[in-house]
């Protein structure tokens, strides 16, 4: 009896190590921060993480990083770029905080995380100040002189972060 009981427990074990992308099953990932741009491709690389999460009783941080360069929208006339910036921040702030609070209502743990500054650059420092054992990102799928002129914050996060990184390409089947 107690061999059958502890095969169904194994079994059950095995499941969950199934779904999970080959390697994962035996790492020990209790906080995962997964990059938001509010984009199809950033919702995407969420929905990947929520599957791990679940596997490994693990939170989900997201974060938001404003890149906006608002010296270079003032050239454009007299515009009152504190006030815009001040807007801009608290919609952007309110929106990752919203996010964070459906995947609480989900049952995650979450914390929605703003700041200021070079995408890549933001998210490799809050993944090592909040000790993140994963960073799940989505690529925007650039290629050719598009990715030459704008770069890839997958591809930077990828060389610069402290932990492993699980890149989520855009599905490109329609």
């Known amino acids: 009896m107690k061999a059958k009981q502890a095969n169904t427990k194994k079994k059950s074990s095995n499941t969950s190590a199934k779904k999970l992308p080959r390697g994962l ?3 020990r990932i209790k906080r995962i921060l997964v990059p938001i741009d509010f984009s199809s491709f950033s919702e995407a690389a969420l929905a990947y993480a929520q599957p791990i999460a679940t596997a490994f009783n693990a939170r989900i941080d997201v974060v938001y990083a404003d890149e906006t360069n608002y010296g270079e929208i003032a050239t454009f006339g007299p515009i009152d770029v504190e006030l815009l910036r001040a ?13 964070a609070k459906a995947l609480r209502d989900s049952g995650f743990k979450s914390t929605g995380i703003h700041r200021s500054g070079r995408a890549h650059h933001v998210i490799t420092e809050v993944a090592k100040e909040t000790n993140v054992d994963l960073i799940v990102i989505a690529t925007h799928g650039h290629s050719g002189l598009e990715h030459l002129l704008m770069g890839s914050t997958a591809e930077n996060v990828v060389r610069h972060a402290s932990c492993p990184v699980l890149s989520v390409r855009p599905n490109t089947n329609g």
């Open 25 to 27: 099953s035996r790492a």
């Open 87 to 99: 807007q801009y921040s608290d919609e952007s702030s309110k929106k990752i905080k919203e996010l």
